[in-house]
Every structure is written in C-alpha cells, then in structure tokens.
C-alpha cells in the first residue's frame, strides 16, 4: 500500500556537544605529581541538508521529529585530545526550503552538488596542558566542550517539475502521465482517483500530476489547496479540459480562478490548452469549443490521451515548447 505523500514538517535539529578539555597531571613512578597534560575536547558533529533525487518526500520525518549530532569525544590525560564527531548528513527530496522558526531564514536545497549546514557543532573544550604558561606550570584550569547549535526548521517540499499537469478532476491527467512517462500513476473514471502528487520523466523533464483542483480549492475546498503549491516551480503547465463535461469553458475558468485566489503569479506561466476526449464528441461541438478556447490566445491541443497519434503529436509539441527557441509552435492542432 502506497504510504501518505508527507510535504511538510518541523523538526529540531540538535547538533552535537563539544567535548570537555581533560584537567590531568602526569604521573611516574618516579614522580607522584608532574606537569599538566589534560588533552583537549573533540568537536561535535554538525548536522547537514543534502538534496537527493532518491527521496521523494517527507515522510520519514513524519514521526522524527528531532535529529541529533555526535557529541565530540572528552580530552584525556597524556594530553590526549578527544575524537571529533562525524558530521551527519540528512538526505532531504529535490525542492525542499527549510525556513528556521526563529530567525526567518530560508534556504532552498534544489541540487545534489554539496550539503548544506544546519546546525554547527559545539567546540572542544580546552585541557589544562593548553593553558600551561611561564607563570603558571601547574595549571588546573580546563575547559568545557561549547553547546551544539538548536534549531527549529520546518521543511516544506515544492516539487520540482518542469512540467505541470493540471485540471479538474478526471480530467485525464494520471493517464496524459502515464503515456507520456514511466510513471503508474492510480487511474479511474471518478474525482480523487489522485490523492498526491506522481511524477514522471519525460525524457529529461520532471512532470508531475497535481490532484485535481475543484471549486474553493484555494479556501481549503477538496485537495487541491494542498497541492497547489507544487506547480509555483514548473515552467510549464499543461490544462486538460474534459471535451464530454456540459461547460469546458466554465471548468478551465474554475481552475484558472483558484489560481488567482491562491497565487495571481500562477495566470502568466506558460500554458498549453489540452482539450481531452475528441474522440468521444461530435466533431462539429468539437470545433466549436476548440474555437472558444483559440481566442485565450493560449496554445491549444485537441486529441485524446488514449490514442497513440494524439500521445505523438502532443509529445512532439511539449518537446518543442522545451526547446530553447518557441516561435514556431502551431497555435492549434486535432489529432484523433
């Protein structure tokens, strides 16, 4: 059973303690009490991000809600100096911004090139050799190991997909994914067949199918509103509109007004039109819809997610909108 797409979380991040500095004087058989030679602390570990194309959400972190460093080894005595932890690194999905509670800050983690530091780890602490001086051969002095940083992040995942398919309800999205990629995502003839975002390559390119949207989605309405935020990245959307519903026109109004509840940035994103299930109405009613959506002044593709000449054309199209230069796209196509 697949598990509940997790996309938001908070944590504490605990890096570790610095070892204590060792307060020792050397011992011999000939001598009961000789100079200083307490070692110092080691270093506590400090706690890392790292973006991994492995991972694919939050949900480890549903029930972890606390990640801790290695505390630094203590100093010993022949001025013995305590083992430095080992960093951790915490492997985090492609997208993620962590913002901490108390500060504000926001860092974005979108590639896997190097970690990034959370939480430092606390310093070793002196021994008392380290103090040792002209004036003070027998020091007892030493120190102990500084406090591992505390923070409070929360993660919040924004998919990160070049692609975005998006519209009402059984619109024909998760099979539009499943012919274009890899991807298996749940298919069925009712709303909320989709209840996470699936993603798949289309060669290169992420595509990700965004839950069905539905009327008061931006006000917490259905799914959608968990959902939106996850297409605030793609550089493209593509709108299935339902060639059978009584209103076409009315259900992209639907989507593309909860757009501007939730986030007017949203309407100027690039847009193809796909107008789905051709090959279920009559050719005339057909024309006259694919007529009304032309004059958006929006690319416009007329076909059927369930045949392969309309899957070719479309990919052939989706290829081109990717492609560096974008004058020569057709304004409109029909492919049975």
Do not use: C, W
């Amino acid at each position: 059973m697949k598990g509940m797409f997790v996309d938001n979380v908070t944590l504490v991040v605990k890096a570790g303690d610095g070892g204590n500095g060792a307060a020792t004087f050397a011992r011999t058989s000939m001598k009961a009490r000789g100079g200083p030679d307490g070692g110092n602390g080691g270093n506590g570990g400090d706690v890392l991000f790292q973006g991994s194309s492995n991972v694919n959400d939050l949900r480890e972190f549903r029930y972890k809600k606390k990640i801790v460093g290695e505390n630094g080894g203590h100093g010993t005595k022949h001025n013995g100096f305590g083992k430095n932890a080992k960093h951790i690194v915490v492997h985090v999905p492609l997208g993620t911004r962590v913002t901490d509670v108390h500060s504000g800050n926001v860092i974005e983690i979108e590639t896997e090139d190097a970690p990034v530091l959370i939480a430092r780890g606390g310093a070793g602490g002196y021994g008392n050799f380290k103090f040792k001086s002209a004036t003070n051969q027998a020091p007892t002095t030493r120190e102990l190991g500084g406090g591992g940083e505390t923070k409070t992040v929360t993660l919040e995942l924004r998919l990160i997909a070049e692609i975005g398919l998006i519209g009402l309800p059984n619109a024909g999205k998760s099979s539009l994914l499943a012919a274009l990629t890899h991807a298996t995502p749940a298919i069925g003839a009712y709303p909320f067949t989709t209840l996470e975002p699936n993603i798949g390559m289309f060669g290169s390119h992420p595509i990700a199918d965004i839950p069905g949207l539905i009327e008061g989605a931006s006000r917490g309405v259905g799914l959608g509103i968990k959902f939106l935020k996850h297409i605030e990245k793609t550089k493209i959307l593509v709108h299935l509109v339902d060639l059978t519903g009584d209103n076409p026109m009315g259900a992209y109004e639907t989507v593309r007004n909860e757009f501007k509840e939730f986030n007017p940035l949203l309407l100027e994103k690039p847009e193809v039109i796909f107008l789905n299930k051709a090959d279920a109405v009559d050719a005339a009613r057909v024309a006259l819809i694919e007529k009304q959506f032309q004059s958006l002044n929006k690319e416009v593709f007329v076909g059927s997610v369930h045949t392969a000449k309309s899957i070719d054309a479309f990919k052939r199209l989706i290829t081109r909108l990717l492609a560096p230069k974008q004058d020569d796209l057709p304004r409109s196509a029909i492919f049975g």
